[in-house]
C-alpha cells in the first residue's frame, strides 16, 4: 500500500514537527514530569496522543467534517480550550513554594484530560484537517490512507512527548529547593497561558 501513498515520508516529517515544537501539551508534560515523576506524564502523553490521532481519524472519515464547519462550534470549542488551559495555569502558577513529591495528586492532568484537551481544541481539529486534504489523497484508498496517517500521527508523537518528559526530569534535579520550583512552575505557567491565548489572535 506504501508505494501508491506518495505523501506518506512527507507526512511523517509533518507529524514530528507537529509534535516535537513546543505547544500546550508539551508544556504540561514538561511541567507535570518535572513536579511529579516520568510516571505522571505518561497518562498525559498518552491521552494526548490518542486525542489529536483520533480527531485525524474522525476528520478523516467524515465524522468530523461537519463539527469543523460549523464557526460558531468553533469558537465555542476554542474559548472553552482557552478557559481551561488558563485554568490549569494558574493552578501551576499558585502552587505553594515547597517541593512537590510524586505522591502529590493536587492540579495532575490525566489521560482523559489530556485526550479531552485535544478534542476541545479547534487548532488540533484544523491540523487534522489540513492533515487529511494534504496528505490522505483521494481514490479508493484514502480511508486506509487516513488510518496510516492516524496511526503514524499517533506512533510519531509518542516518542516526541516523552523527549519532553524526559527533559522535565532532568530538569527536577535543579529544581530540589521550594523556591527553585516554584519559580519554575511560574514560569510554565506563563508559559501555557501565552501559548493558549496566543492561539486566539493567531
Same mark, same amino acid.
Given at each position: 500500500? $506504501?508505494?501508491?501513498? *506518495?505523501?506518506?515520508? +512527507?507526512?511523517?516529517? &509533518?507529524?514530528?514537527?507537529?509534535?516535537i515544537t513546543p505547544g500546550p501539551t508539551n508544556i504540561l508534560v514538561l511541567s507535570s514530569s518535572a513536579r511529579y515523576g516520568?510516571?505522571?506524564? !505518561?497518562?498525559?502523553? &498518552?491521552?494526548?496522543?490518542?486525542?489529536?490521532?483520533?480527531? /485525524? @481519524? @474522525? !476528520?478523516?472519515?467524515?465524522?468530523?467534517?461537519?463539527?469543523? %464547519?460549523?464557526?460558531? /462550534?468553533?469558537?465555542?470549542?476554542?474559548?472553552?480550550?482557552? #478557559?481551561?488551559?488558563?485554568?490549569?495555569? =494558574?493552578?501551576?502558577?499558585?502552587? *505553594? +513554594? !515547597?517541593?512537590?513529591?510524586?505522591?502529590?495528586?493536587?492540579?495532575? $492532568?490525566?489521560? /482523559?484530560?489530556?485526550?479531552?484537551?485535544? @478534542?476541545?481544541? *479547534?487548532?488540533? =481539529?484544523?491540523?487534522?484537517?489540513?492533515?487529511? %486534504? /494534504?496528505?490522505?489523497?483521494?481514490?479508493?484508498?484514502?480511508? !486506509?490512507?487516513?488510518?496510516?496517517?492516524?496511526?503514524?500521527?499517533?506512533?510519531? %508523537?509518542? +516518542?516526541?512527548?516523552?523527549? =519532553? #518528559?524526559?527533559?522535565?526530569?532532568?530538569?527536577?534535579?535543579?529544581?530540589?529547593? +521550594?523556591?527553585?520550583?516554584q519559580r519554575f512552575n511560574r514560569c510554565m505557567a506563563l508559559l501555557l497561558l501565552s501559548s493558549a491565548w496566543l492561539s486566539v489572535f493567531a
Amino acid at each position: 500500500m $506504501l508505494p501508491s501513498f *506518495p505523501t506518506f515520508l +512527507p507526512f511523517l516529517l &509533518f507529524a514530528f514537527v507537529a509534535s516535537i515544537t513546543p505547544g500546550p501539551t508539551n508544556i504540561l508534560v514538561l511541567s507535570s514530569s518535572a513536579r511529579y515523576g516520568i510516571a505522571a506524564a !505518561v497518562p498525559i502523553i &498518552f491521552g494526548g496522543c490518542v486525542g489529536a490521532a483520533g480527531i /485525524v @481519524l @474522525l !476528520v478523516g472519515t467524515g465524522a468530523g467534517s461537519s463539527l469543523t %464547519s460549523i464557526p460558531g /462550534v468553533q469558537t465555542a470549542m476554542q474559548w472553552i480550550g482557552v #478557559a481551561w488551559l488558563s485554568y490549569l495555569a =494558574w493552578q501551576i502558577f499558585s502552587a *505553594p +513554594p !515547597v517541593t512537590l513529591t510524586p505522591q502529590d495528586d493536587e492540579a495532575r $492532568l490525566g489521560m /482523559v484530560g489530556a485526550a479531552g484537551l485535544q @478534542l476541545i481544541n *479547534p487548532k488540533t =481539529w484544523m491540523m487534522a484537517l489540513a492533515v487529511v %486534504s /494534504v496528505f490522505a489523497g483521494g481514490g479508493e484508498h484514502r480511508l !486506509v490512507h487516513v488510518a496510516y496517517l492516524s496511526l503514524a500521527f499517533f506512533l510519531i %508523537s509518542l +516518542p516526541c512527548l516523552s523527549v =519532553w #518528559a524526559l527533559l522535565g526530569a532532568g530538569s527536577a534535579r535543579w529544581l530540589r529547593s +521550594p523556591q527553585a520550583m516554584q519559580r519554575f512552575n511560574r514560569c510554565m505557567a506563563l508559559l501555557l497561558l501565552s501559548s493558549a491565548w496566543l492561539s486566539v489572535f493567531a
